[in-house]
C-alpha cells in the first residue's frame, strides 16, 4: 500500500557554515495525510541517539545492547544512504539516495518522516540537518512495516567545504516518533578529473596528463599535487589493463612520464582516489608502437 508520495525542488538560503544535503519532513496520520515539512537545522532540539546502529549499506534490524528497542516499540530495521557507496560530489548540485524500513506494532506510524545526511555535530562548526527533500516514497509492505525511499538534492554553493571532504558523516532519520542519528560507512568526496594524452615511437610511448579535483570552496576544478596515478595497458582483443608505472603529480597536477611499449594497444590514466577524493580514469587511447 503506498503511503505518500511528494516531488518537488526548492533551493534553500546559503547558509555560511551549515552544509545542507537534505531531508524530507511530513506528518502522517491513520487518514494517510502528506504535506512539505519545515526545515529543521542545527540549533533545533538535538535528535536523540542513534538506536539503530546501523552504515551506509543494509544492517540488522536491531542493536543489542541497552539502545535496543522491545519487540512491542516502533524500531528502525534498516537505514542504507546512497545504496552503501560513496557520495562524489563535483561543482554543481546533485542528488544521492537515501531509505529506511521501520516497524510499528501499533500500525499507526505517527509523527514526522525525514532522512538527512549531516558533518560534524548539530551544534558545532560543521554541523547540520534540514532542507526540503524534492522526492520521497513510502509504502507498507504489511501493516506494521514501512519503507520510505527518498531523493535528496546537494547543494554546493555556501553548505559544502573543502574540509568537509571524507568524513565522519551521519544519516539522521525520524518516523514512527522516533528521532535518531545513524553512523553511516558512506562518505561524501570530492570529485576527480583526469585528462591524457599519449603517443608512441619505436617501442616507447610518452604519456602526459593531469589530475584535477573539485573545489568546494571556490566552485572550480584544481590541480591535485603529490597523488600516485597509475598508467595502464591494455593489449588489444582483452578487456583487462594492467599498470606499466605509478607516477606522481607534481604540483600543479600534472603528469609526464615516458615507458616501455609491450605491444600495441591500449593506454590510459587511473587514480583510485583516496580517503576524499573519488576515483577517476580517462578513455583508453589506442597507440600503435610500431610506427615512426
Same mark, same amino acid.
Given at each position: 500500500?503506498?503511503?505518500?508520495?511528494?516531488?518537488?525542488?526548492?533551493?534553500?538560503?546559503?547558509?555560511?557554515?551549515?552544509?545542507?544535503?537534505?531531508?524530507? =519532513?511530513? @506528518?502522517? /496520520?491513520?487518514?494517510? %495525510?502528506?504535506?512539505? $515539512?519545515?526545515?529543521?537545522?542545527?540549533?533545533? +532540539?538535538?535528535?536523540?541517539?542513534?538506536?539503530?546502529?546501523?552504515?551506509?549499506?543494509?544492517?540488522?534490524?536491531?542493536?543489542?545492547?541497552?539502545?535496543?528497542?522491545?519487540?512491542?516499540?516502533?524500531?528502525?530495521?534498516?537505514?542504507?544512504?546512497?545504496?552503501?557507496?560513496?557520495?562524489?560530489?563535483?561543482?554543481?548540485?546533485? =542528488?544521492? @539516495?537515501? /531509505?529506511?524500513?521501520? %516497524?510499528?506494532?501499533? $500500525?499507526?506510524?505517527?509523527?514526522?518522516?525525514? +532522512?538527512?545526511?549531516?558533518?560534524?555535530?548539530?551544534?558545532?562548526?560543521?554541523?547540520?540537518?534540514?532542507?526540503?527533500?524534492?522526492?520521497?516514497?513510502?509504502?507498507?509492505?504489511?501493516?506494521?512495516?514501512?519503507?520510505?525511499?527518498?531523493?535528496?538534492?546537494?547543494?554546493?554553493k555556501g553548505h559544502l567545504r573543502n574540509a568537509m571532504a571524507g568524513g565522519p558523516w551521519m544519516a539522521n532519520v525520524s518516523a514512527a516518533g522516533l528521532y535518531e542519528d545513524v553512523a553511516t560507512t558512506t562518505q561524501v568526496k570530492r570529485e576527480a578529473k583526469l585528462k591524457a594524452g599519449f603517443s608512441g615511437k619505436k617501442g616507447k610511448i610518452s604519456a602526459t596528463g593531469g589530475l584535477t579535483r573539485a573545489d568546494w570552496d571556490h566552485g572550480t576544478y584544481t590541480g591535485y599535487a603529490g597523488r600516485d596515478v597509475q598508467?595502464?595497458?591494455?593489449?588489444?582483443?582483452?578487456?583487462?589493463?594492467?599498470?606499466?608505472?605509478?607516477?606522481?603529480?607534481?604540483?600543479?597536477?600534472?603528469?609526464?612520464?615516458?615507458?616501455?611499449?609491450?605491444?600495441?594497444?591500449?593506454?590510459?590514466?587511473?587514480?583510485?582516489?583516496?580517503?576524499?577524493?573519488?576515483?577517476?580514469?580517462?578513455?583508453?587511447?589506442?597507440?600503435?608502437?610500431?610506427?615512426?
Amino acid at each position: 500500500m503506498k503511503h505518500a508520495r511528494s516531488s518537488h525542488r526548492m533551493q534553500p538560503a546559503a547558509l555560511s557554515w551549515k552544509c545542507l544535503l537534505a531531508a524530507t =519532513t511530513m @506528518t502522517v /496520520s491513520a487518514v494517510m %495525510t502528506g504535506g512539505l $515539512g519545515a526545515v529543521a537545522f542545527a540549533d533545533a +532540539a538535538p535528535a536523540v541517539p542513534g538506536q539503530a546502529a546501523v552504515s551506509g549499506s543494509p544492517a540488522p534490524s536491531a542493536p543489542a545492547g541497552p539502545a535496543a528497542k522491545a519487540d512491542d516499540q516502533p524500531h528502525f530495521d534498516r537505514v542504507v544512504v546512497n545504496d552503501g557507496k560513496d557520495i562524489v560530489v563535483g561543482t554543481e548540485d546533485s =542528488t544521492f @539516495t537515501m /531509505s529506511f524500513t521501520v %516497524t510499528d506494532p501499533s $500500525g499507526v506510524f505517527r509523527g514526522p518522516i525525514s +532522512a538527512s545526511l549531516f558533518h560534524g555535530t548539530w551544534q558545532g562548526e560543521g554541523g547540520v540537518i534540514g532542507g526540503i527533500a524534492p522526492r520521497y516514497d513510502c509504502e507498507h509492505p504489511d501493516s506494521a512495516t514501512m519503507t520510505c525511499d527518498f531523493i535528496d538534492w546537494i547543494y554546493i554553493k555556501g553548505h559544502l567545504r573543502n574540509a568537509m571532504a571524507g568524513g565522519p558523516w551521519m544519516a539522521n532519520v525520524s518516523a514512527a516518533g522516533l528521532y535518531e542519528d545513524v553512523a553511516t560507512t558512506t562518505q561524501v568526496k570530492r570529485e576527480a578529473k583526469l585528462k591524457a594524452g599519449f603517443s608512441g615511437k619505436k617501442g616507447k610511448i610518452s604519456a602526459t596528463g593531469g589530475l584535477t579535483r573539485a573545489d568546494w570552496d571556490h566552485g572550480t576544478y584544481t590541480g591535485y599535487a603529490g597523488r600516485d596515478v597509475q598508467l595502464q595497458f591494455r593489449k588489444a582483443g582483452t578487456h583487462s589493463y594492467s599498470t606499466v608505472s605509478s607516477v606522481k603529480t607534481d604540483r600543479t597536477g600534472r603528469l609526464d612520464t615516458s615507458v616501455k611499449a609491450p605491444a600495441d594497444g591500449y593506454w590510459r590514466w587511473y587514480f583510485p582516489g583516496d580517503s576524499t577524493t573519488g576515483a577517476a580514469a580517462t578513455a583508453d587511447v589506442h597507440v600503435d608502437v610500431r610506427k615512426g
